[in-house]
């Protein structure tokens, strides 16, 4: 379960983001300067602001600020938006926007609450696996990296796809993946590593994130998966060097390989 | 301007705000372009069918309720409500050629940027759902309206996949839309042979496939290289092929358009004048025929006629309503009767027409609009002062575009005849 953070002022735009964030928790903020704390002390996955929540303030301005200070946090923006401000907001750095008259379907809100969730690691891991793993084990991948904030275990994977905890196990062995187990541990650490990257962020904040107890419980899944301390790969260059180590446990699906080779 | 992957889906969409953000009522326009969009960016993320159907049909009605912000007579208000209604049916033919169909409207506005997201999202439509004919018409179009902004090599990336692709599925005319529109992007470069060589190439193609399509297209756009190059004789001799070879109809009218222009700077006035009357007479494209009706009205103050001009120009003035909410359309109207004014001396209307061509040509960004208006206005300012410039040449007129106008003629009598019962 990831949290979001929201300042929206106004009670029945609370009420729809309540009505659509579930199985997400969501803490609230009573001005531009509460939301930039709770982003900056709590796991917070995501934010959602209304940009008149205070008035005589710019908030296509307050939008630019906190996507400067927090740019993996994803902003969506909500509100009663001109055609100016929504310019201005893709400038600014926005991730999405609610507008107003959208705000009460929840299935909209839901959609757009997860793709905030869900948008950095995925599109990361697929782009890396592609012409390695076949079809198939990429959309596996896929599914639960997407599902990291809502803490996915194994036997939720094998459920979603229809099969037992075994017979996963012995499709991933089939596509070229780490075992069930393995791969959430992996993708649970390049997703914190992300998060990592945003400055002010501390590594015990991105556990709790994650759903481990502590930060001491989340620095030992790194060093089983890369096998040192969180601090030296606080750099693209570390993610990067992660995501090479990951891919080194993916063998790849062989027949995939072979059509590749002579296609 | 952020990159279109790095901003919210549809962003682009309100990309011709860009210093134009004070402008309320392109920030009301640009608004509903987004938000009409976002419903089949939504499908395109999510996917078709996992999209809830009331959902989708609440999101499209929040839409269209809000189409009120444009005037009833505004010509984008119909083509969004239109836009919406086709994508309710949620099927992939009526999405990507929905999206195609309202990124031309927007694009005869004028306005690149969101022209260029509606065709972004019908190719990433067409290659979701493995449509081969619409991505080779999204490419093309992406070539033709980044041509348009000027952003060459962006828009033969385009064109270059369109070819390709339609050379491998073995589609003739969109592979010949797409060399001619490359031909016309490597020409308003300066490429002339490069230019000239692709449309031979497409020339020599279509009369080995026999295809009449594929021929006119590389005779039309032979004809406007000719035009530009001030061989008018040669020019009508393309154009005038290559409308015999077109279906009678909307597919003749640019042809048409061009012969006019080129009878015109040769003096054979009744030509033009036929020319410009028949794309009247059966265009229904509301842009074609606003400036068919200002060519016309030209004309006849370029044959020295001040009574048919005015005439033309009353009549014209009187359909207002239907052409001011089509920029474009706008501000070719105005420099055009402007022109005409100035010809047969209405000097103040002359000043009235061409300074609103200069304001909306600035809004707006049409650059070659603008120049032509400003320097109109320049010569009738200096005229004014008692400085006369010297009349424009007209060059004369050669066997060839005799007859060609004599041809003209007789075919316009015919096309323009009441069918007998």
Request: hydrophobic letters at 45%.
């Amino acid at each position: 379960m990831a949290l979001i953070a929201a300042l929206l002022p106004d009670r029945l735009d609370r009420e729809a983001l309540r009505n659509a964030a579930p199985p997400h928790q969501v803490v609230w903020a009573d001005s531009w300067r509460e939301l930039y704390r709770l982003v900056r002390k709590q796991p917070v996955a995501a934010a959602v602001a209304d940009i008149h929540a205070e008035d005589r303030k710019d908030g296509v301005l307050r939008v630019y600020r906190f996507a400067q200070r927090f740019p993996i946090t994803p902003l969506i923006v909500w509100g009663e938006l001109d055609g100016r401000e929504l310019f201005r907001l893709g400038k600014a750095g926005a991730w999405e926007v609610v507008p107003s008259r959208d705000a009460d379907d929840r299935y909209l809100v839901g959609e757009i609450v997860r793709s905030a969730l869900n948008g950095g690691l995925a599109p990361l891991v697929d782009a890396r696996l592609r012409g390695v793993v076949g079809e198939d084990g990429r959309a596996l991948v896929r599914f639960a990296a997407e599902r990291i904030p809502e803490q996915i275990q194994v036997p939720d994977v094998a459920e979603a796809h229809g099969m037992s905890v075994s017979t996963l196990e012995r499709r991933c062995e089939r596509w070229g993946l780490p075992t069930p187990g393995r791969l959430l541990l992996w993708l649970r650490v390049l997703y914190g590593l992300r998060w990592l990257l945003e400055p002010g962020r501390s590594v015990e904040s991105v556990a709790y994130q994650l759903g481990y107890s502590s930060g001491a419980a989340f620095r030992r899944a790194i060093k089983a998966t890369i096998g040192g301390r969180p601090s030296p790969l606080r750099s693209e260059q570390g993610l990067d060097r992660a995501l090479d180590l990951f891919l080194s446990e993916c063998p790849g699906d062989g027949v995939y390989q072979r059509l590749t080779a002579t296609g | 301007m952020p990159e279109r992957g790095n901003a919210f889906p549809a962003w682009l969409a309100l990309g011709d705000l860009e210093g134009r953000e004070r402008d309320a009522e392109l920030g009301r326009r640009a608004r509903l372009r987004f938000l009409a969009l976002r419903p089949v960016h939504r499908l395109l993320g999510q996917g078709i069918d996992r999209v809830p159907v009331d959902s989708y049909e609440r999101q499209i009605e929040g839409v269209r309720e809000e189409l009120g912000h444009l005037s009833a007579r505004d010509p984008e208000r119909a083509h969004l409500a239109n836009f919406l209604h086709r994508i309710r049916e949620r099927t992939p033919t009526a999405l990507v050629s929905a999206t195609i169909e309202m990124g031309e409207a927007i694009e005869s506005a004028g306005h690149y940027r969101a022209a260029e997201e509606y065709y972004l999202t019908a190719l990433e439509l067409a290659e979701m759902c493995g449509l081969g004919h619409d991505q080779t018409t999204a490419l093309r179009l992406l070539g033709r309206v980044l041509r348009k902004a000027a952003r060459w090599d962006e828009a033969e990336r385009y064109y270059r996949e369109a070819i390709r692709r339609s050379e491998e599925m073995g589609q003739r005319q969109q592979w010949a839309r797409a060399m001619d529109g490359l031909a016309i992007a490597y020409w308003y470069q300066g490429a002339y042979p490069k230019a000239r060589g692709m449309l031979e190439e497409v020339l020599k193609r279509g009369r080995e496939w026999r295809d009449d399509f594929v021929v006119a297209t590389a005779l039309n756009s032979l004809c406007v290289a000719a035009l530009t190059a001030g061989d008018l004789e040669q020019a009508l001799e393309y154009g005038w092929t290559a409308v015999r070879l077109v279906q009678e109809g909307e597919e003749q009218n640019p042809i048409l358009g061009n012969l006019g222009r080129a009878f015109a700077q040769l003096g054979l006035y009744a030509a033009a004048e036929h020319c410009y009357a028949m794309i009247l007479a059966r265009s229904t494209d509301l842009v074609t025929r606003n400036q068919a009706a200002a060519d016309y009205a030209l004309v006849a103050a370029e044959a020295g006629n001040a009574e048919a001009f005015r005439e033309r120009r009353a009549a014209l003035m009187a359909t207002e309503d239907q052409w001011r909410y089509e920029p474009w359309s706008s501000t070719y109207i105005h420099l055009h009767i402007g022109r005409g004014c100035v010809l047969i001396g209405d000097v103040d209307d002359a000043r009235e027409h061409l300074r609103k061509a200069i304001k909306l040509a600035e809004k707006n960004r049409y650059n070659e609009q603008l120049i032509r208006a400003e320097e109109t206005l320049g010569l009738l300012e200096a005229a004014a002062e008692g400085i006369r410039p010297a009349p424009a040449a007209v060059e004369r007129p050669g066997a060839v575009a005799v007859r060609i106008a004599s041809e003209v003629e007789a075919y316009s009598a015919e096309a323009l005849a009441p069918a007998s019962s």
